[in-house]
């Protein structure tokens, strides 16, 4: 019974421990892009923008369906095999990529990549 | 209908849950699949998405000595991005289960999480004389605990430890214990995902073990199990649970569960934005 807990736990800490460098590299230049791209958020006219941390449809319709809810959006189009997400906004009002990226944060998920037209 | 297949389920146990654990061992190890967390028997480190409400309508029939079937309802709350409360009832009593999550760190198909947990079993239930602690809505128990969940795009694997004590014990049954999962679980269709209205197919093979601490005993079960998602929002799940250590006295040590939830994404925010107009 002991090894068997043991096993798990070993098991646990060698995945968790091979991933950790490569995603805080990740993570941190999402942020940077993020902040950046904020002053220009007025003549944004097209997001796309990459999730991180899902593979199930379940989640990725959770971002969907979160960053549906935002009143400046006006159509977002998923792309579940590569977790991507194509927004386009309202004509008359104005884009705030901080509330994009806590959008896809509410649903429990990171901002991968944020490029916009 | 439930109960034929209840009939043919037992009939056969041992040998459909024996071949269906090595199916999912086989899958596991050599076809090309994509992790799954939406476990059946524990749950993940990630909390419900924000705002989010929740539907969970379950049915256990109990084997072995006790003929006993249990129906459970609960509610799940998304309340925050790091916050799940769920409340439940299995109309002998009520539960209460609220989840943190503290640490995060996720990348392309990949995610690491780590949460604390609490929770309270309220029973009105006449109190039944086990080693175990019974976790099930049979005796009044409180709990904490810790889950580590490791999602790499074809392998996600959940850790739980805990410990759990019973409200009422008498000093020949035990009092308090430790509690345990490790659950693993993957995607086996679609092979493609193309719109959130594809049926998902899931497989889960989860082990979930209880140490008592005050007296001698423990038991370790495996619990395979079949999910199905519908429309990215609503899952059926059935599972069986069966002992493979058995050194305590409880209830029953397998048992048939099938459970159906519902996800209503956004649901709190849009009864706020009710009650303001």
Same mark, same amino acid.
């Given at each position: 019974?002991?090894?068997?807990?043991?096993?798990?736990?070993?098991?646990?800490?060698?995945?968790?421990?091979?991933?950790?460098?490569?995603?805080?590299?990740?993570?941190?230049?999402?942020?940077?892009?993020?902040?950046?791209?904020?002053?220009?958020?007025?003549?944004?006219?097209?997001?796309?923008?990459?999730?991180?941390?899902?593979?199930?449809?379940?989640?990725?319709?959770?971002?969907?369906?979160?960053?549906?809810?935002?009143?400046?959006?006006?159509?977002?189009?998923?792309?579940?095999?590569?977790?991507?997400?194509?927004?386009?906004?309202?004509?008359?009002?104005?884009?705030?990529?901080?509330?994009?990226?806590?959008?896809?944060?509410?649903?429990?998920?990171?901002?991968?990549?944020?490029?916009?037209? | 209908?439930?109960?034929?297949?209840?009939?043919?389920?037992?009939?056969?146990?041992?040998?459909?849950?024996?071949?269906?654990?090595?199916?999912?061992?086989?899958?596991?190890?050599?076809?090309?699949?994509?992790?799954?967390?939406?476990?059946?028997?524990?749950?993940?480190?990630?909390?419900?998405?924000?705002?989010?409400?929740?539907?969970?309508?379950?049915? *256990?029939?109990?084997?072995?000595?006790?003929?006993?079937?249990?129906?459970?309802? *609960?509610?799940?709350?998304?309340?925050?991005?790091?916050?799940?409360?769920?409340?439940?009832?299995? =109309?002998?009593?009520?539960?209460?289960?609220?989840?943190?999550?503290?640490?995060?760190?996720?990348?392309?198909?990949?995610?690491?999480?780590?949460?604390?947990?609490?929770?309270?079993?309220?029973?009105?239930?006449?109190?039944?004389?086990?080693?175990?602690?019974?976790?099930?809505?049979?005796?009044?128990?409180?709990?904490?605990?810790?889950?580590?969940?490791?999602?790499?795009?074809?392998?996600?694997?959940?850790?739980?430890?805990? =410990?759990?004590?019973?409200?009422?014990?008498?000093?020949?049954?035990?009092?308090?214990?430790?509690?345990?999962?490790?659950?693993?679980?993957?995607?086996?269709?679609?092979?493609?995902?193309?719109?959130?209205? *594809?049926?998902?197919?899931?497989?889960?093979?989860?082990?979930?073990?209880?140490?008592?601490?005050?007296?001698?005993?423990?038991?370790?079960?495996?619990?395979?199990?079949?999910?199905?998602?519908?429309?990215?929002?609503?899952?059926?799940?059935?599972?069986?649970?069966?002992?493979?250590?058995?050194?305590?006295?409880?209830?029953?040590?397998?048992?048939?569960?099938?459970?159906?939830?519902?996800?209503?994404?956004?649901?709190?925010?849009?009864?706020? *934005?009710?009650?303001?107009?």
């Amino acid at each position: 019974m002991k090894k068997i807990i043991l096993f798990a736990g070993f098991i646990m800490a060698i995945v968790c421990s091979a991933n950790a460098k490569n995603i805080t590299k990740t993570f941190h230049s999402t942020e940077v892009n993020i902040k950046s791209n904020i002053e220009k958020a007025d003549k944004i006219k097209k997001v796309t923008l990459v999730a991180s941390g899902l593979t199930c449809s379940m989640c990725s319709k959770a971002i969907f369906k979160s960053l549906s809810k935002l009143e400046f959006v006006d159509q977002v189009k998923a792309d579940i095999e590569k977790s991507k997400y194509i927004l386009s906004f309202k004509p008359t009002s104005k884009v705030d990529l901080a509330q994009i990226k806590k959008a896809v944060t509410d649903a429990g998920f990171g901002v991968q990549s944020l490029v916009y037209e | 209908m439930l109960d034929l297949v209840c009939k043919v389920w037992y009939m056969n146990r041992r040998c459909l849950s024996i071949g269906f654990c090595g199916l999912i061992i086989a899958i596991f190890g050599f076809l090309p699949t994509v992790a799954q967390e939406l476990y059946v028997f524990s749950d993940p480190a990630s909390t419900k998405p924000a705002r989010s409400i929740g539907i969970k309508h379950s049915f *256990q029939k109990m084997g072995g000595n006790t003929n006993r079937n249990n129906q459970y309802t *609960q509610m799940q709350f998304g309340l925050s991005k790091k916050v799940s409360l769920y409340l439940g009832t299995n =109309y002998g009593g009520n539960d209460a289960y609220v989840q943190y999550r503290f640490f995060t760190k996720d990348a392309m198909y990949a995610h690491t999480r780590l949460a604390f947990y609490a929770k309270s079993i309220q029973t009105n239930r006449q109190a039944i004389h086990t080693s175990a602690v019974l976790l099930d809505g049979e005796e009044s128990v409180n709990g904490v605990g810790f889950i580590a969940t490791q999602l790499k795009h074809k392998w996600a694997s959940s850790l739980s430890l805990g =410990y759990v004590q019973k409200e009422k014990w008498s000093q020949h049954y035990g009092r308090d214990a430790f509690q345990y999962s490790f659950s693993n679980g993957l995607l086996v269709y679609p092979k493609r995902y193309s719109s959130y209205g *594809q049926t998902n197919v899931n497989l889960y093979l989860e082990l979930l073990g209880q140490k008592l601490l005050s007296g001698r005993g423990q038991y370790l079960d495996a619990a395979p199990a079949i999910q199905m998602i519908f429309n990215s929002q609503a899952k059926l799940n059935l599972g069986y649970r069966f002992a493979l250590l058995e050194k305590t006295n409880r209830m029953t040590n397998n048992s048939l569960y099938i459970s159906l939830d519902y996800l209503f994404f956004n649901a709190l925010s849009m009864l706020k *934005q009710r009650k303001k107009l």
